[in-house]
């Protein structure tokens, strides 16, 4: 539950945030995905290796908020087009929303933006 009530407050939060060009959010369960503004493998990088709470990881769902770059993780098999047409550009960079408080997801994800 906390995770869900997490999730959603964070990608209420990332969708009127100025640096993120768009968030993918179901509505169910804890998965957030986002595409910052610069839509770059760059400025991607440079997010998740601001972070300081959340961790990078190369498979999500676990109890702790965690980050993946999809097109160089979950994706790379896929050809470039291949991921394009599936909506996985560079920027694309996915969360899995943990039990932490969400003030501190939010004030992490602040910082490294």
Known sequence: DRQC?????LAGYLKEH?????????????LVS???????KEAAFRFMD?????????????VFTSVLHPAT???RELLPA???????????VRI????????????DIEQAL
């Open 18 to 30: 100025e640096r993120i060009g768009r968030v993918h959010y179901p509505g169910l369960g804890a």
């Open 73 to 75: 993780a979950s994706h």
């Open 50 to 62: 601001a972070l300081q709470l959340i961790v990078r990881s190369t498979s999500l769902g676990d």
């Open 5 to 9: 009530e997490n999730a959603r407050a």
């Open 82 to 92: 291949k991921r394009e047409e599936w909506g996985i550009g560079d920027g694309l």
């Open 96 to 107: 899995s929303v943990g039990i932490e408080k969400v003030d501190d997801i939010i004030a």
């Open 34 to 40: 986002i595409e910052l503004s610069d839509n770059t």
